[in-house]
């Protein structure tokens, strides 16, 4: 059972996207942010962070598809409290980063065209057994997107989850990054995931007139 929210609009090549966010605790349950190609058929230019927050056990798995293949980071925990978390995606490579901290960085980039978003899913080879109450909530406090525009020198600037578009921060690599679209920011994000993942995890009851 999986439950995702989807920017199809803001599909770009290349690109940064932060945000802050808490992931379930739980046996069998992961929790994604990806990137995907908007052409289906080219699944090798699929990257994502995968994190899973099982109790002893809190781990994440990069997966950066560069078109040719798709290398695969493992990231020890902690996980299930709140952190934040930065993809980095530029013609310099593929970067992941967690409370300010880099964690992956591969020089292989795809140049696809792709589309960013979240998903809580119950599949994989751990399900969730008895020890995993359910519903659970992947809960999104803010994502930022920017878009790169190429040649700028300008030293880093911290952005505010308010910010609206026109702002241009900049990174430690030497990249500028257009804040073009403030996408499901705080409520909305946080909101649209509940409901999905409420809607595909809660036991289902039948009509009256079936109950014994």
């Not at 600037?157 to 578009?165: C, D, H, L, M």
Request: glycine share 8%; proline share 9%.
């Amino acid at each position: 059972m999986t439950g995702e929210l989807r920017c199809l609009g803001a599909a770009q090549q290349f690109g940064r996207y932060e945000f802050l966010a808490r992931v379930p605790l739980g046996a069998g349950i992961s929790s994604i942010a990806m990137l995907r190609p908007v052409d289906q058929q080219v699944a090798q230019h699929t990257s994502q962070l995968e994190i899973t927050a099982r109790p002893g056990e809190e781990k994440a798995l990069v997966r950066n598809g560069f078109g040719a293949g798709t290398s695969v980071r493992t990231l020890p925990g902690p996980f299930s409290d709140w952190h934040s978390y930065a993809i980095e995606w530029s013609p310099a490579g593929f970067k992941v980063s967690v409370d300010g901290k880099e964690r992956v960085a591969d020089p292989a980039v795809s140049t696809a065209q792709r589309w960013f978003g979240f998903a809580v899913t119950t599949s994989g080879s751990a399900t969730p057994g008895t020890s995993t109450a359910l519903p659970v909530e992947f809960q999104i406090d803010f994502l930022r997107v920017y878009a790169l525009a190429p040649g700028s020198s300008l030293p880093a600037v911290a952005a505010p989850p308010s910010t609206v578009p026109n702002a241009v921060p900049g990174t430690p690599q030497g990249h500028r990054w257009s804040l073009w679209l403030a996408v499901v920011a705080t409520v909305m994000a946080a909101v649209a995931l509940f409901v999905l993942v409420v809607h595909k995890t809660r036991p289902h009851r039948p009509p009256p007139s079936h109950r014994a």
